[in-house]
């Protein structure tokens, strides 16, 4: 065959026919300084992976923590440059040819996604909790996650004093698949967000030091679960461009209020039917609740915040909630809010049982990790509240929410990893009785974390159910925000209780003690205790930022 007719065969095949002139092919145009916080943390995150390549192994803990903190400083003062500089506001806009919105909840959300996961990589770095190994200091991670539990291989590893500093760069790429995933303006750029912060968080619960069994199993059921929930998700995408002929935000929410039509002849036979419409925004909503940890797709949170080791579930609690409940926001506000009359009623449910299901659970716990997985699905179900109140004070309630609630769980994760026995950390709540006598401290600040987890007044929990309750009683849910209440009244009883516990019971002689962190972990749990007071005493200046940015663009 000639290479004239192998030129010929090739660009028939790649659609290419002889073009007239003036035709021209049009470049993709990417906004790199509007992207630049991903870009950062992304780049950061592929050096991570060259530093475990090419950095000796005594330099690869500080390399990573290093590169980890300067990244997600850098992508924080990216954030704010973007604010500062009206993206956030007038110059919202649509970005990357359509697939990312640059706007006021983008960047709000990703601004707390890094402040969170900032604080809480100071508690992977932690290497003064557990007693040194031959000599090494140790983190809370496997000494060589690839080896079996209990086999030669990882007796030796745990010899040589290895650590497993490769989770510095899973952190970053999972932060960057969060940043991504409350600012996708199409579908396809939500799955791919999901799919790349997930993946990161289903090995770094597998890697716990101790118990690794428990933290094996608790990373194969959140895969397993995830998956479900990842193919509800595809599933949902395809009958939604099967209904719209298109994977983008603003075209599927045009052919639903019916000012856009006729796009696709391909699709003629399917596009406009409801069938498809409804189904498949059920299907992606469905995979939203799942990462949010609502009733009934809860059932991974205690299993996996319980074997996950504790500064992952820390970081995984507060930080995928945010961009959880960012995509979900998008999704319902600039996609489907000609289907409110559809969703609403759903959402109502889902919010009472999740309300309800996580505060009475709660209650039956012995275990401070489930205890607080289980709040977790409770607050979930308070955040839907504002999310159900389809009004701007709705988006703002929620931003300001998820705010709070990041923060006091970081601190409070990071609280938890202190109190320790001679098998590490000491979980079950028998082994926190008295500890108000033995660390007034740490029971002090866990107190505090407890009272705004359960709404105290002068507390940020306090500020933030206001908020959300409020956003909902205007949006016409009354009847929801009395559920709220009552949910909090029941949640406030188990929260009370560990306190009790901690202050007004004789510890055990043979109770755990509580481990002296370095300034790392300290830091993490002074930062949550200050957020939580600034947000309870003056919270008038954050409801404001939250109310500014509250608007998505279209």
């Not at 983190?139 to 497993?164: I, N």
């Not at 000609?338 to 009475?360: E, F």
């Not at 949640?491 to 560990?498: Q, W």
Request: hydrophobic residues 55%; aromatic residues 10%.
């Amino acid at each position: 065959m000639s290479a004239t007719a192998v030129h010929s065969l090739w660009t028939t095949m790649g659609g290419v026919t002889s073009a007239a002139p003036g035709d021209t092919f049009t470049a993709p145009t990417i906004e790199y300084a509007q992207l630049a916080p991903v870009l950062i943390v992304v780049g950061a995150a592929v050096l991570g992976v060259l530093a475990e390549a090419f950095v000796p192994r005594r330099g690869r803990y500080h390399t990573q923590v290093f590169l980890t903190v300067v990244a997600l400083a850098a992508a924080f003062a990216a954030v704010v440059g973007l604010a500062a500089g009206g993206y956030g506001t007038t110059k919202a806009h649509i970005a990357a040819m359509g697939a990312i919105a640059v706007d006021g909840p983008a960047l709000f959300l990703q601004g707390t996604i890094l402040l969170v996961s900032m604080v809480a990589v100071f508690t992977f770095a932690e290497r003064r909790l557990d007693p040194g190994t031959h000599g090494n200091r140790v983190d809370s991670f496997a000494a060589q996650a690839g080896s079996v539990p209990g086999s030669d291989s990882e007796k030796a590893a745990v010899r040589a004093g290895f650590t497993t500093t490769e989770v510095f760069p899973l952190v970053l790429f999972a932060v960057a698949g969060m940043l991504v995933f409350p600012a996708a303006n199409d579908l396809l750029t939500l799955f791919i967000a999901l799919e790349v912060f997930s993946l990161p968080l289903y090995l770094l619960c597998a890697v716990a030091r101790r118990k690794r069994l428990m933290s094996q199993e608790a990373a194969v059921k959140y895969f397993l679960l995830g998956a479900f929930s990842s193919a509800f998700l595809l599933f949902g995408i395809a009958l939604l461009y099967g209904y719209a002929g298109s994977v983008s935000y603003a075209t599927i929410a045009g052919v639903v209020d019916g000012s856009v039509q006729g796009i696709d002849p391909a699709l003629a036979d399917t596009m406009g039917n409801d069938v498809l419409l409804l189904i498949g925004g059920a299907m992606i909503v469905t995979g939203l609740l799942f990462k949010v940890g609502a009733v009934p797709f809860h059932m991974w949170t205690p299993d996996v915040y319980q074997g996950a080791p504790t500064p992952v579930t820390g970081f995984m609690a507060a930080a995928t909630k945010v961009a959880a409940f960012g995509a979900l926001l998008r999704l319902l506000y600039v996609v489907l809010p000609g289907l409110a009359w559809d969703w609403r009623p759903v959402m109502w449910a889902v919010a009472i049982v999740t309300m309800l299901g996580g505060a009475i659970v709660a209650i039956t716990q012995t275990d401070i990790k489930r205890l607080l997985a289980y709040s977790s699905i409770a607050h979930a179900g308070f955040i839907l509240a504002g999310v159900i109140a389809t009004t701007p004070q709705g988006i703002s309630s929620v931003l300001f929410y998820l705010v709070a609630y990041s923060f006091v769980t970081v601190g409070a994760f990071a609280v938890v990893t202190l109190v320790r026995d001679a098998g590490g950390e000491a979980t079950h709540l028998s082994k926190w009785a008295g500890l108000g006598r033995r660390s007034p401290l740490v029971a002090a600040v866990f107190a505090v974390f407890l009272l705004a987890f359960a709404g105290i007044p002068l507390t940020s929990g306090f500020s933030g159910k206001f908020a959300v309750f409020k956003a909902a009683a205007e949006g016409g849910a009354g009847g929801l925000v009395v559920v709220g209440v009552i949910s909090s009244a029941i949640a406030a009883f188990f929260y009370i209780r560990v306190i009790v516990l901690m202050f007004f019971s004789e510890p055990k002689a043979d109770g755990p003690t509580v481990a002296v962190p370095s300034p790392l972990t300290m830091t993490t749990i002074a930062v949550g205790v200050a957020v939580t007071l600034v947000l309870g005493l003056a919270p008038q200046y954050f409801l404001d930022l939250a109310s500014q940015a509250g608007v998505f663009v279209r």
